[in-house]
């Protein structure tokens, strides 16, 4: 095994909490908790979940944005968040992050040329020569036309401003980049074109991959491996032709079951009415026990581990009782 281009080890973040004004103690908001995996050059790694599960406060910290409360993120051996303090702009050379929504994500002040330039000038620190030879160069790789340059991000599609959003992340030449929700905001025929485009890029620049998104289908699409959160942490993360074809958790069941299919009725999925857990009181079992099938006192009282669900070394799932392949509540532990 190849030493992992980023390693998340133990993260946790928590908003608020520490003490009032009046002296007394405040809750945080557990957004994120106790969350290791690693990323490998050249994969596509997938994250989905639920909205407010956690997963663009992750992706914010990947790249340096927010700041982790516990554990470390690792890119290449240096800490993220020390780097991020320390020297910025060495980190965004080499992290890229694009964002869910193409058009508020571009200032809308500012021509595509400006906005394009900012990390050659800034990150590259590149001569006007070198500038436009790297412009034309971005440009014909998103597919855009070199008179674009000369307009504002109003004047712009959806489809076309993510495109541009592509273009600014490609800019700085670097090795990985997060892809927030990139195609939840664009009509279906033009989620594919830009998901092509991303595998295109993907292939012809050597880049890494975090996709975030909560579109089941998009995720399976593009994805090497699949990591699954729930409530701030990780319920199952594994190869995603394993996640999908044999899911070792209630909840990752639950998702593959809400999803929309042509021809199959819709049914409320079993397990899946019970209610959220109080995110200030984060509850000392699973998470996932008031909405699952298979939850017992065991589930309620202890936090399972990855290993606890395992089918082997790299499909793991923080399950006691993970459910069976034919639809059954739940298997042998371990099975």
């Known amino acids: 095994m190849t030493t992992p281009l980023m390693q998340v080890d133990t993260v946790s973040r928590v908003f608020g909490g520490g003490r009032s004004f009046l002296g007394g103690s405040k809750p945080g908001v557990h957004a994120v908790q106790q969350v290791s995996l690693d990323i490998r050059q050249g994969e596509t790694l997938g994250i989905v979940g639920e909205s407010g599960c956690g997963k663009s406060t992750l992706a914010r910290m990947l790249v340096g944005l927010d700041q982790p409360t516990g ?17 910025f702009t060495s980190l965004a050379r080499r ?16 021509t ?29 790789a998103v597919n855009l ?11 712009f599609s959806g489809g076309q401003a993510q495109r541009i959003g592509i273009a600014r992340a490609l ?7 997060v892809l927030d929700e ?56 594994g190869p ?13 069941r639950l998702l593959l079951d809400s999803a ?41 009282s202890r936090q399972p581990d990855l290993e606890d669900g395992a089918v082997d070394s790299v499909h793991l799932a923080a399950c006691f009782h993970p459910p069976v392949l034919t639809g059954g509540q739940a298997g042998d532990h371990g099975a």
Do not use: W
């Open 71 to 87: 554990g470390a993120i690792r890119f290449k051996g240096e800490d993220v968040a020390e780097t991020s303090r320390k020297n």
């Open 95 to 110: 992290i890229q992050y694009v964002f869910q929504d193409p058009v508020s994500s571009l200032n809308p002040r500012k």
């Open 182 to 237: 990139p195609v939840s905001a664009l009509d279906v025929s033009i989620q594919a074109q830009v998901l092509n485009l991303l595998d295109d890029l993907k292939a012809r620049f050597g880049l890494t991959y975090v996709f975030i998104s909560h579109d089941l289908s998009v995720v399976e699409s593009v994805s090497d491996r699949v990591a699954v959160m729930y409530f701030g942490r990780l319920a199952e993360i």
């Open 112 to 140: 595509i040329r400006a906005i394009l330039e900012a990390p050659l000038v800034r990150l590259l620190h590149l001569g006007r020569k070198e500038r436009e030879e790297r412009l034309a160069m971005l440009l014909d």
């Open 260 to 300: 929309p299919v042509p021809g199959r009725p819709l049914e409320a999925p079993q397990g899946g009415e019970g209610e959220l857990p109080d995110p200030y009181n984060p509850p000392a079992g699973c998470a996932f026990a008031a909405r699952c099938p298979a939850a017992d006192d065991l589930c309620r």
């Open 171 to 177: 800019a700085a030449d670097p090795q990985l980049i």
């Open 145 to 155: 036309r070199p008179e674009f340059l000369e307009r504002y991000p109003h004047e």
């Open 240 to 252: 995603a032709r394993s996640i999908f074809a044999d899911p070792r958790h209630h909840y990752t």
